[in-house]
């Protein structure tokens, strides 16, 4: 048996494999393939357009697959979101839809947008934040380059930003959220009511969601000798609390523990000075709670 699983083709392509590789599944895929291998034979992988995925989903065409919040309220995929993965093509932070006009455009509230033109890729989560301020606006479908519309073709665009560089580039400024958007695995009710295609999924989410967790941290241990244990440990702001056991040599203890990672190069020289030897850094690949 195996599980169908979509992952988004595009931008979230390259994050994605990331994600999947330190959680422990290798996938390689040609230039222009949309199959790619997996070293899991109980996997199938088809990458599809996250705008699709969910659709697909609903329609039992894949058993599960990855795609934003965005997209999921957008097509109203009636879907089981099984976890929520924190990620985007620049970051690890929730991507945001935001409502954006030209610098200098008189436009500063929803309310302001009554009679405009709206130009966006998330045509229907825009008319229900529309509805919501209880504006009526034209809003048009945008096949890309959304952000150079501007005064020109449109009053305002509803876009994806995860920094806002883009927007500053094109003179624009972001006048309100309309939606934040996380990736979801998300899985149809025939599969999720599959209990091996279920345990299948659960797992996958448990292994995407340690990967995640292990983003920016680094393990740290070394050797500590007993008078300096406690100035050592004062010095550690642990993930929890530090693994401390006892070396064979008398009165030498091995403290082990998971910081951030920015903090590795300060932290260092510190323990060095209050006593800490072989003191080694490794990097994490799954933290799983």
Do not use: H
């Amino acid at each position: 048996m195996k599980l169908k699983l979509a992952l988004p083709k595009g931008s979230l392509q390259a994050a994605t494999f990331k994600m999947f590789e330190k959680a422990g599944f290798k996938i390689v895929v040609g230039q222009r393939s949309y199959f790619p291998y997996v070293d899991d034979e109980e996997l199938e992988i088809t990458l599809i357009r996250a705008q699709e995925i969910a659709r697909y989903v609903q329609e039992e065409i894949m058993d599960a697959g990855l795609t934003g919040k965005d997209w999921i309220e957008e097509s109203r995929a009636e879907v089981i979101e099984v976890c929520d993965l924190v990620y985007a093509k620049q970051s690890k932070y929730p991507v945001r839809w935001v409502l954006a006009v030209p610098v200098d455009s008189k436009i500063k509230t929803a309310r302001d947008l009554e009679g405009k033109r709206i130009a966006t890729e998330l045509v229907s989560v825009t008319k229900d934040y529309l509805k919501k301020n209880g504006v009526s606006a034209e809003v048009e479908f945008s096949w890309g380059a959304t952000e150079v519309k501007p005064p020109k073709l449109v009053d305002a665009i509803v876009e994806l930003t995860e920094t806002g560089s883009s927007l500053e580039a094109n003179n624009l400024r972001i006048v309100d959220t309309v939606l934040t958007s996380t990736t979801r695995l998300i899985t149809n009710k025939k599969a999720f009511q599959d209990s091996w295609k279920r345990k299948k999924i659960e797992n996958i989410s448990i292994l995407l969601k340690g990967a995640l967790e292990a983003e920016g941290k680094a393990g740290l241990k070394m050797n500590v000798p007993k008078d300096c244990l406690e100035k050592v440990i004062s010095l550690l702001p642990a993930l929890k609390k530090p693994t401390i056991a006892s070396l064979s040599e008398e009165d030498w203890f091995d403290v082990e523990t998971i910081i951030e990672e920015k903090l590795v190069r300060t932290l260092i020289p510190e323990l060095k000075q209050a006593g800490a030897e072989g003191i080694v850094e490794y990097p994490l690949n799954k933290i799983i709670y």
